[in-house]
T-cell receptor
Framework: DTGVSQNPRHKITKRGQNVTFRCDPI?????LYWYRQTLGQGPEFLTY????????KSRLLSDRFSAERPKGSFSTLEIQRTEQGDSAMYLC?????????????FGSGTRLTVV | AQSVTQLGSHVSVSEGALVLLRCNYS??????LFWYVQYPNQGLQLLLK??????LVKGINGFEAEFKKSETSFHLTKPSAHMSDAAEYFC????????????FGTGTRLKVLA
């Protein structure tokens, strides 16, 4: 399977715990995006990497959130001290540099439930 | 700034009927426009995209959309609905350079009635 892979698919955690999600993009895609989708809403942009460089972060990404993409390959999204409002689907996507011609490829997402 | 409005959070059509899902955008610069489909508990799949070439865009599964600059619209249509089309559909806009981050609409859930 050469698609975008996200793990885990589901995560249930207690409020206040830290969680980390992983995204493995399509290998030749150098752009990687994280989005968050809450129930009944469209996905909202969180952050963007070009290779290993994090080039843009949304103001939605509070200081409890951190994302990395070491060596420009897989990426991790960590949420510290989770809150109930963090419950959402976290989507990763990747693309070629000329994204406008291709469009993103999305992963299946990680659904986070904070109890 | 860019934004997307999808009129109708829920649309129901009979199997075999025309599907019309509405999307209006706002953008201070020429945009790229996309339609994605999402099945339950899955990620988003690209249906079609407008990237400033032909204004009538054909996508997968028999869907098409027409870019109308004068109306700032990019409505999605399919001549004949199938049961398998039942899903949530998202319209998105992005700039044509830079990060290419998407601004999504709130989605339209399509229900197909037998």
């Amino acid at each position: 399977d050469t698609g975008v892979s996200q793990n885990p698919r589901h995560k249930i955690t207690k409020r206040g715990q830290n969680v980390t999600f992983r995204c493995d993009p399509i290998s030749e895609h150098n752009r990687l995006y994280w989005y968050r989708q809450t129930l009944g809403q469209g996905p909202e942009f969180l952050t963007y990497f070009q290779n290993e460089a994090q080039l843009e972060k949304s103001r939605l990404l509070s200081d409890r959130f951190s994302a990395e993409r070491p060596k420009g390959s897989f990426s991790t999204l960590e949420i510290q001290r989770t809150e109930q409002g963090d419950s959402a689907m976290y989507l990763c996507a990747s693309s070629f540099p000329e994204q406008g011609v291709i469009g993103y490829t999305f992963g299946s997402g990680t659904r986070l439930t904070v109890v | 700034a860019q934004s997307v409005t999808q009129l109708g959070s829920h649309v129901s059509v009979s199997e075999g009927a025309l599907v019309l899902l509405r999307c209006n955008y706002s953008s201070s610069v020429p945009p790229y426009l996309f339609w994605y489909v999402q099945y339950p508990n899955q990620g988003l799949q690209l249906l079609l995209k407008y990237t400033s070439a032909a204004t009538l865009v054909k996508g997968i599964n028999g869907f098409e959309a027409e870019f109308k600059k004068s109306e700032t619209s990019f409505h999605l249509t399919k001549p004949s609905a199938h049961m398998s089309d039942a899903a949530e559909y998202f319209c998105a806009v992005s700039r044509t350079s830079g990060t290419y981050k998407y601004i999504f609409g709130t989605g339209t859930r399509l229900k197909v009635l037998a």
